[in-house]
């Protein structure tokens, strides 16, 4: 009789930053029994019951100042710690793979008290606060970004990228339903829920100028924008959310986008020309931080939020639309930032953690 698989916790919540990468990570591991760790009312309570059991505890973000929140919040910490203690005891756990964020912490937390082996990724050029604090309790930290490297002194580290959904894998087509014609100039935007809309705002008064160059422009607003139908143009198409979200940005020749680590990667893949807008309430705006390295690399370009302009975008762009050469080296440097196999780096770093040969070198 065959030994019965090792099982493995996965902590991941909240956003697709967070949850995409553990899924794409969780397919190169099938040879575990694997079981999820979330928060309620979240995404993963979406996305990953379909695929494995869920466990929930009740969690807040570690945001703002010390006061009465935090006691609160500490003793949620506490309250979930301990539940995670005792799953990971009652279910026989072999190792916890995370990806940070707040769940990270009682994840960590219990894992490290039980001796139970803990891999952290961490997607965010600048580390969040959990990863920082807790980073040194973990087996390895594998991250997505080189500059995160320096803000973790005390952790064992290795970078291995930020892995991406299958489908950025390989070219995409755009969707048939998106009548884009063959050699336009295409400019898609990825606005988003969480502090999008003055971004969409200054799109929809910029477009104009881009219609007039000839481009068309793909506009995913989010779902908190009032005024997502106030433009009509014939080469305008907008919607809350894309589901062919490969699609678009393989044919896009210019994003305009938030700074969000997994988006970033995604740009990487697709090879991808940019233009970033981080987040300027990002917890201790780590989206500036993943800016600064792909402007470092010529793989994007960067405007802060306060600093934009109709007039500012409006021109930027039309230089990006008219300069393909700029555009094809913005592409080529993006490229030269993605890890294809970074979900296979780390399903070996997770085998090797719960086999105690972490030390060992990772695969090609």
């Given at each position: 009789m065959s030994d019965p698989p090792k099982k493995l916790l996965i902590a991941a919540s909240g956003t697709g930053?967070?949850?995409?990468?553990?899924?794409?990570?969780?397919?190169?591991?099938?040879?575990?029994?694997?079981?999820?760790?979330?928060?309620?009312?979240?995404?993963?309570?979406?996305?990953?019951?379909?695929?494995?059991p869920l466990h929930t505890v009740k969690l807040g973000g570690f945001q703002g100042r010390l006061g009465l929140?935090?006691?609160?919040?500490?003793?949620?910490?506490?309250?979930?710690?301990?539940k995670v203690r005792q799953l990971?005891?009652?279910?026989?756990?072999?190792g916890v793979f995370t990806t940070g964020g707040y769940i990270a912490a009682p994840a960590i937390l219990a894992a490290r008290s039980l001796g139970v082996p803990t891999v952290l990724h961490e997607s965010n050029a600048l580390p969040g606060k959990v990863t920082r604090w807790l980073s040194p309790w973990c087996s390895l930290v594998a991250l997505g970004f080189e500059a995160a490297t320096s803000h973790l002194p005390r952790a064992k580290s290795v970078v291995v990228g930020t892995p991406v959904r299958s489908q950025f894998l390989e070219p995409a087509a755009l969707p048939a339903d998106l009548p884009v014609p063959d050699g336009a100039p295409l400019v898609v935007v990825i606005g988003g829920s969480q502090g999008a809309v003055a971004v969409n705002q200054l799109v929809r008064s910029a477009a104009p100028a881009w219609f007039d160059a000839?481009?068309?422009?793909?506009?995913?607003?989010?779902?908190?924008?009032?005024?997502?139908?106030?433009?009509?143009?014939?080469?305008y198409i907008h919607c809350p959310?894309?589901?062919?979200?490969?699609?678009?940005?393989?044919?896009?020749?210019?994003?305009?986008s938030r700074a969000g680590a997994g988006t970033l990667t995604e740009l990487a893949f697709t090879q991808t020309p940019s233009l970033l807008i981080p987040y300027p309430f990002a917890a201790e705006d780590?989206?500036?931080?993943?800016?600064?390295?792909?402007?470092?690399?010529?793989?994007?370009?960067?405007?802060r939020q306060a600093d934009l302009t109709v007039e500012s975008l409006q021109n930027t762009v039309l230089q990006l639309i008219n300069d393909p050469q700029r555009?094809?080296?913005?592409?080529?440097?993006?490229?030269?930032?993605?890890?294809?196999?970074?979900?296979?780096?780390?399903?070996?770093?997770?085998?090797?953690?719960?086999a105690a040969d972490a030390d060992l070198p990772l695969a090609e």
């Open positions: 930053g967070h949850l995409f990468p553990a899924i794409a990570t969780a397919e190169k591991l099938s040879h575990y029994s694997i079981e999820w760790l979330g928060v309620p009312d979240r995404l993963e309570t979406e996305l990953v019951p379909k695929a494995y929140g935090s006691l609160r919040l500490f003793g949620q910490v506490l309250q979930a710690t301990l990971l005891k009652q279910g026989d756990f072999d000839g481009a068309w422009v793909i506009h995913q607003t989010g779902t908190n924008d009032a005024e997502a139908d106030s433009l009509s143009h014939a080469h959310f894309f589901k062919t979200m490969a699609g678009l940005l393989h044919r896009a020749d210019i994003v305009i780590h989206q500036a931080y993943n800016a600064a390295a792909f402007a470092a690399a010529n793989a994007a370009m960067v405007c555009r094809h080296q913005m592409a080529q440097a993006a490229a030269a930032l993605s890890i294809p196999n970074s979900a296979a780096q780390l399903a070996t770093i997770v085998n090797r953690a719960i």
